[in-house]
Structure formats: C-alpha cells, structure tokens
C-alpha cells in the first residue's frame, strides 16, 4: 500500500487521545494511522511537532453586508487565507438574509462570491432577519434538508433583531427541522435606550461603546433567549459570550438539563474595555459587540472554558479596515461610537492564543484544546467524523504545531483583508507551521502555497438529535 503523503515522528492530538504515530493520506483522506507505513510520494517530517485536526471556526463574518457606505475588509480569498495561516481547514461565515430578501436568493448570491474563492473548506449558517411565512414555512424547511443545517438569530442592531414572538416562529422551525439555532444575545431596547442617553450628554467617543452594551444587557438577553427557547424546546447555541452574568446564565440552564450551549472569542480573554479608551479614535479599533468587559469577566471566560460551560472558542472575525473612510473611520463614526462598525478581525489568531494563552499556561490541555477548536465545532455543525478529528476515513486536514515557538504577533503575519489586528506586539507560545487541508499543503512555514480554487463548499448533517457537548 503505498500513500500520497506520510506525516511522520509526529506526536498526533484529538479531543480524546494523545499518542504517537504516523498518518497515512491517500486521495485527500486519512487512510492509516500507525508506524512504518511504506511508502509515499511526500514525506512530512513531524519530528518535535503537534499533529492536530485543523481548526474549524464556526463563526465568522466574510464579505457580509455592514451598512451604507461600510465594506468588510475580507472576502472569501483573503479570508480563508488567514484562516489557514492561523491552522484552520474549515470556517464558518454567515449567509445574511436582508430584509425583503429570500433566504434562496441570498445563498445564490453568497455562494457566488465564494466559489473559486477559497482555500480553505467552508459551510453557511444562515442569518434569518425576515421570518415570514414563505421563509419559515417553506424556505428554511427545504434548506436545512439541503444541507445548511444551521441559523443565527439576533436579538439587537437595527434591522436584524427579533422581536420575541419572531424568535419564537423561528426557534419552533429549528425544532421541527432539526436544525441547529445560534443566538446573539444582546438587548436591542436597552442598548437604543442608553446609547441615546449617552449622546445626549455628549458621551460620544470609542470607548461609550462598552457603556452601551453593559453586562446586564447580555445577561438579560441570554436569560431570555434560554427561556423562549425553553418554551419551544429546542438546543441553542449562545455565541461570544463575554462576562461571568450571562455565563452563569448558560450554566443554570444546563444543570437543568436544558439543550443550552456557549461559545466564547479570544477578545474576551484578551482584551477589556480599556483598549476602547484611547486618543483620538483609536479605540475604535477594539469596538466589538459584546464588547471586551474587565479582568475579572477574562477570568470568568477562563472558568467556562475549563469547566466546559463552554462548548466552542470561535474568533467572531469580522474584520474591517481602521484607516479607511468605508471601515471603521467611516465619517458618521467619527462622529459617535454608535456607527463604528462592529467587529474585529482574529481568525488567525484564535489558535495561537488560545494554545498559548491555555495550553502553555496550564488552563487548559492539550485535548481540550483540540475540542474547542476543532472537534467541538464539528459535532454541533453536522461535519463530525469527517471534520474535526484525526482518524481513518476522516478527511486530512491537519495543522502542523510548533510547541514551543514564540511568536510576536504583528498584523504582517495575519495575511488577512484588513490593517490591523487588536493583538498587534502579543508574544504568543505555539504556532501553525503547516496547514493541509484535505491533503494538501495550504499553507508551509509561513508561505501559501495552496490555490483559492482548493477550498470546497461542504453541506452539512443535522446536529444529533436530543445532544449536546460537553
């Protein structure tokens, strides 16, 4: 039996076990796992290195409509292509539907600006702003069968959110459908009420951004989005939960025995509202919602990671340039926080952080890490087992993983869209040297080396029913 590539003397890493051996690959599939496996036409040598499932963030924003004159700063090519720098194989943008529009002809759309486009394998949630009767009573129906078997909610911004009898309508055709139900839980009344006030007063700055969008305001929204969908009874995922209140919240449901979940981001180990309070505008650049809280709320994410309250660490990447009069210097941001755009870029840097921030540091370990960032996703999104594991029959995407080398991340690393990146002088432990994806080489010591045409489209599976992860 002879192999198109051996990774071999590396040290292979799931979500359960650790254990040395080589991995056979043949026709972009792992096919042997074990030692002295014959030959190969490519031998990788993984002497000294983590041999990991590629990363697989479930949450991330590309080429998504933001609003008039406000252009997101990665498409499709460039997006994938810093996701695999940062040692990921799949990523999971969201299809927005905007109002007025089809679900269908929004995919039409959507997929059209990424076939061709990508290098690494990506899948769509949909985000449902328009639940009429033909959307929930035919369309979504018809779609999760087809494969995208996942929809975001959102219960804030204009345009978008919910009212509750609407996430109700919806949550109820998750249910029926099987389809997997992600919540941004965030109160669109309150945030209106004290964003008003706060301009009132002149309170205008980056850094009023936090005041607007307090604990309480996730809290309150995670509460209910657990109760509404505990009238429907259906599971839900809780994204980028930021504080301890709205954790806490996540973690009762799920001690009575709720089909609750929670995802938390890097920004919310990393970062706190003091980076929003700089001169001039440079605290737009951290302006993301939930937005970055204190120490103690880092330390609280912490906790939900290490007590598994969590069951995914996704970077929320919605990237936008900062000098750039269509990003987040956009000329009515300047004039209030309130039209900053919302979002950071990160999906090349949630591995390395969370490696070197968890696993070096002693939160977290080696297994964990893997399920938080690659096998966790895989389960809940319908991709598990061909994603998000190492295993015969799974597809082979590997990254590749130098323990013990620093890097000090500069945005000049992150090859994405953007003009920055938050964590710019981070001195991070652990890095991706090589990123295949369906057994091919994306990415080598840091160098593209893949086509934007390798990246495949993947329908999906419907969750396990009745499941959730731990």
């Known amino acids: 039996m002879s192999f198109d590539a ?37 031998i990788i040598d993984a002497t000294d290195r983590l041999v990991l499932p590629g990363g697989i963030d479930s949450h991330v924003h590309f080429a998504q409509p ?65 639940p009429t009767e033909h959307v929930l009573g035919q369309e979504l129906p018809a779609l999760v069968e087809d494969g995208y078997t996942s929809l975001k909610v959102f219960m804030t911004y204009e345009g978008l959110a919910l009212s509750d009898r609407e996430l109700l309508e919806t949550m109820s055709v998750a249910r029926e459908t099987g389809a997997m139900l992600m919540v941004h839980a965030e109160n669109f009344d309150a945030i209106r009420f004290l964003t008003d006030r706060l301009e009132r007063a002149g309170n205008t700055a980056p850094r009023f951004h936090a005041a607007s969008r307090p604990i309480p305001v996730e809290r309150e929204a995670t509460h209910r989005a657990i109760s509404l969908s505990e009238l429907v009874d259906v599971p839900i995922m809780i994204v980028h939960v930021s504080n301890r209140e709205a954790m806490d919240e996540i973690r009762r449901a799920q001690q009575r025995g709720l089909r609750v979940m929670g995802e938390t981001c890097p920004q919310y180990l990393m970062l706190t509202e003091k980076d929003l309070d700089q001169l001039n505008m440079e605290g737009a650049k951290y302006v993301c919602s939930p937005p970055p809280r204190d120490v103690a709320s880092q330390q609280a994410c912490w906790e939900g990671l290490q007590q598994k309250v969590f069951s995914v660490f996704s970077s929320d990447h919605c990237p936008f340039r900062y000098d750039d009069p269509k990003g987040k210097l956009a000329p009515k941001g300047r004039t209030s926080f309130r039209w900053v755009p919302n979002g ?25 890490f893997v399920a938080f960032s690659a096998t966790n996703h895989a389960k809940i999104y ?30 000049e690393l992150i090859h994405d869209g953007s003009d920055y990146t938050p964590y710019e002088g981070l001195e991070v432990t652990g890095w991706p040297v090589l990123t295949m994806v369906r057994g091919k080489v994306v990415v080598d010591d840091g160098t593209l080396v893949g086509s934007k045409e390798h990246g495949t489209y993947l329908p999906r599976a419907k969750p396990p029913a009745g499941a959730t992860i731990p």
Not at 19 to 40: E, H, M, Q, S, Y
Not at 68 to 83: E, K, L, P
Not at 352 to 365: H, T
Not at 387 to 395: E, L, R, Y
């Open 66 to 130: 933001s609003g008039d004159g406000i252009v997101m700063a990665d498409g499709f090519a460039s997006g994938t292509r810093s996701a695999a720098f940062g040692g990921n194989t799949t990523v999971l943008p969201f299809c927005l539907q905007e109002k007025g529009q089809t679900l269908r002809e929004a995919l039409k759309h959507y997929h059209s600006l990424a076939d061709g486009e990508c290098h690494v394998d990506v899948a769509f949630h949909l985000i449902v702003t328009d």
């Open 382 to 411: 319908g991709l598990y087992p061909r994603k998000g594991t190492i295993a015969v029959g799974s597809d082979a995407d590997i990254a590749l993983w130098d323990p013990k080398r620093k890097v000090t991340i500069r945005h």
């Open 6 to 42: 051996i990774i071999r003397g590396g040290t292979v890493v799931t979500a359960a076990d650790t254990f040395a051996c080589d991995v056979g690959i043949r026709d972009g599939k792992i096919t042997a796992l074990g030692n002295d496996l014959g030959p190969a036409t490519t």
């Open 344 to 368: 950071i870029p990160g999906v090349a840097t949630r591995l390395p952080i969370l490696f070197s921030e968890g696993v070096v540091k002693g939160r977290i370990d080696l297994n964990s």
